[in-house]
């Protein structure tokens, strides 16, 4: 997402070629406003924009670095929402009471799933409770979603009134000592008065302590529409953007941020649970820029990454006794951490290759698949110690992967290669290394 808008910065800063040029920086306004309006953001939000963003410019004196500076300060300046929370707020006394809402198809049930997740990730006991009654399997949903994540789920067979299933999942919440009860709603196709009611009769008996909107990021201005009807009738206080990665437009979040004055809370960057992250203004709009976004890179490893087991690790690749079954703990590791084109852009200097990468399916895609196939082909000495590969060997596992030996020498020069790159930024000066080839790659891109 964003890419649009990037994209229409660069355009705008390159018609500023020279200093105290006022022709010139009228053509980059006027390409700033096409670009925007390209992008589905509202009229309004980008005359505000275009007017700030001119008077900082004469201000700070005309030219590139004085007009980037003064498009990321005002974007900042829209997406915060004064006075408002970010990210998860818990309540002083828990159970923290979060109503999930939205309209039926935006990714409502998902995003509650992946909230959880989230939540779950950072040691907090969450149950998640199903009062979307209206939508066929919508329960057998919930249980799926939530056995494959392992966590906890409240409904009650065959009970027709969310209301009812409101109640008791409160009452299991407080006898349970859960740090937060997530409850997914009914959604409709369209806002009527039948789903405003029965919303209105949850929020009452649940008292929440967050109302959660979940807005479809392809929706555009028509999203923010109705995350506004749905302001007015519940009185949301916070957005969830589902499908952040599948629009490269970006409208519809400087809509709901300046037009209906709402925070984006959190963003849905994939399809898969740990798809989910954070809304911070000043780091999106760093991503948005090229800039990179390395403290949310650092907080999601931190989630994942325990710190005695990657000491351990990382005394090991000194030692070059990395071996296959450390390649497959990283593996289940990174799949963990989620969304590999949103990493990636989160890394200073990698951030504008992001675009042009399809995400990487740590589960499905063929060279993963033959990789687990030649590993699981190893036997445990094997696996152990590279070193024993003979010719042999090699031509046994192939055997058993249904590859040729030319495949499995392929992906064993590979994995030496890897090991020698990662022993290599092990050392002292290893981040030193690492900063001067993200320094050669910022150039070349």
Known sequence: MFELIGESFKSAINKLRFIDDEKALKNALETLKKSLLKADVHHKVVKDLLIFVEEDVKKNGIGQKQFLNAIKINLERIL????????????????????????????????TIKLANYLKLRNKKVLVAACDLQRLAAVEQLKQLCSANEIELFYIENEKNPIEVAKKALEKAKNSIVDVLLVDTAGRLAIDEILMDELKKIKEVLNPNEIFYVADAMSGQDGVKTAASFNQALGISGVILSKFDADTKGGIALGIAKQIGIPLRFIG???????????????????IMGEGDLATLA????TIIDEKEAKKLNQKIKKGEFNFNDFLNQMESIKKLGNMKSLIGMIPGLSNMASGIKDLDLDNSKEILHIKAMISSMTQKERENPDLLNNARKCRIAKGAGLSQMEVNRFLKQFSNAAKLAKRFS???????LMQMMNQSRRQF
């Open 427 to 433: 050392g002292k000066k290893g981040m030193d290394s």
């Open 269 to 287: 960057v994939g399809e898969k649970i740990p798809d989910l992250e954070i809304f911070i203004p000043d780091r999106i709009v760093s991503r």
């Open 80 to 111: 915060n929402v004064d006075g408002k929370n970010q990210g998860f707020v818990f309540a002083s006394k828990p159970p923290t009471i979060v109503l999930m809402t939205g309209l039926q198809g935006g990714g409502k049930t998902t995003s």
């Open 299 to 302: 907080e999601k490893t931190a």
